[in-house]
């Protein structure tokens, strides 16, 4: 029979190895908000936005495409492209780059938004624009209701705001090579509605909060969300060299049964990669024309 000293030395030689890992773990989240602190220290920094999907079991890039770069003056002025569309952002506004000149996203008129429905699809939902202006038919209204909604979508979260909320929701955060991985959605829900945030910029509105009386007032309450299988996962990986974010990314894991030609239906896995450069942080410059300028909203005039 092990004597009480041993036992004792057994439980507190496990409860220092599990502090210890505890306080290993806290000590990478604070590294990282370290350097998302120095970020927005230093007011500004330019970005590179891109997407890759792969397929598994091909395990190989099906798809990489860049959807945008820019300049960013944190509080202020965003230069971007988008698929050649030159835009600037202010806040929750958006001036564009048309044809006839620049736009306010409010005012577009609408054969500026058949221009952006036909040529300039959305950016943010991955969808290449056309390659060269073509003959195009009569705009349907649904059509047009639908290019006027992806107008709107410019006015885009800037990648450290993106970066904020990955923050406020990882967890478990470990090394990963020389990567600071943690997980960034547990359930669903959570990561329906990180998906919907990070592709878009914005929350879906059936992500919403309800109220726990909402069945009461004749809105159904939302379910509790399902756990996610192992299989399914939301990855937060961020590079930092010298206390500077270099990037981040997040990887959506997804799985689903498809059946092929009439075959017995087969796991298909989809992982899409949302990656973030960050750039010249710190020495990132915003130049803005006063034309330009002068289509934003309630901003008063620059001195």
């Known amino acids: 029979m092990k004597s009480w000293r041993f036992q004792l030395a057994f439980f507190l030689g496990g409860a220092l190895a599990a502090t210890a890992l505890a306080l290993s773990v806290s000590q990478l989240e604070l590294d990282v908000r370290s350097a998302f602190n120095h970020l927005l220290d230093a007011g500004n920094y330019s970005w590179d936005e891109s997407r890759a999907v792969f397929f598994d079991p091909l395990q190989r890039n099906a798809h990489t495409l860049p959807t945008g770069t820019g300049e960013t003056v944190i509080d202020g002025y965003t230069t971007a492209t988008f698929r050649r569309r030159q835009v600037v952002l202010l806040g929750p506004q958006a001036v564009l780059k048309m044809n006839n000149g620049w736009r306010h996203a409010n005012d577009l008129t609408d054969d500026e938004v058949a221009e952006l ?15 060269n202006p073509v003959e195009q038919p009569p705009v349907d209204p649904r059509a047009a209701k639908r290019a006027a909604e992806r107008a709107h979508r410019y006015t885009h979260a800037m990648p450290h705001e993106v970066l904020r909320y990955l923050l406020q929701h990882a967890t ?15 359930t669903y829900d959570e990561l329906r509605e990180l998906e919907t945030y990070v592709m878009t910029g914005k929350f879906s509105p059936r992500l919403e909060p309800i109220a726990p009386w909402g069945g009461l007032l004749g809105t159904p309450k939302r379910p509790p969300s399902r756990p996610l299988p192992p299989e399914e996962t939301a990855i937060l990986f961020v590079t930092i060299t010298g206390g500077q974010i270099e990037e981040f990314s997040v990887e959506f894991t997804r799985s689903s049964n498809i059946s092929f030609d009439g075959k017995p239906a087969e796991k298909l896995t989809t992982t899409t990669v949302y990656r973030m450069k960050l750039l010249k942080i710190g020495s990132t410059t915003v130049t803005v024309d006063p034309e330009v300028k002068a289509l934003f909203l309630d901003v008063p005039p620059s001195p």
Do not use: N
């Open 117 to 131: 429905g036909r040529l300039q699809l959305s950016p943010r939902l991955g969808t290449a624009a056309l390659p």
């Open 172 to 186: 478990r955060w470990r090394m990963q090579g020389a990567l600071f991985a943690a997980d960034a959605a547990d």
